[in-house]
């Protein structure tokens, strides 16, 4: 299953900083990792909360792939527009789903401050 995350210059660090293996751990006040099952939401994302809100108004968007059996115990919520699902991960199974990662998570979308 191929799915995206939007994410701003200090997570995409981390992710680099693990050879793109991997997401690194959530914070305290974020119960759940959130992929999203579309490159358009991802963008809609990068653009309309990364490039707002974080220090250097950059975002990105990765895509990777996680075996699908594995991905089937999740739950997929529509978070808004019926094209805005979203795999639910809890953070305390985040290091089990980057298990399931195959291959590297690669960068596919750039969003430069402005």
């Not at 999203?36 to 220090?55: C, F, M, P, S």
């Amino acid at each position: 299953m191929v799915l995206y995350r939007p994410v701003g210059t200090k997570e995409l660090k981390l992710i680099e900083e693990s050879g793109f293996s991997r997401f690194p751990p959530r914070l305290p006040e974020q119960p759940i990792f959130y992929p999203v099952l579309t490159r358009q939401y991802a963008e809609e994302i990068a653009l309309g909360w990364n490039v707002k809100y974080n220090d250097d108004h950059k975002g990105y968007v990765t895509s990777f792939e996680v075996d699908e059996p594995y991905c089937g115990q999740f739950e997929i919520h529509q978070a808004g527009d019926a094209r805005h699902k979203e795999l639910w991960i809890p953070a305390e199974r985040l290091e089990e789903f980057n298990r399931h990662i195959v291959g590297k998570i690669r960068v596919i979308s750039e969003f430069p401050g402005c």
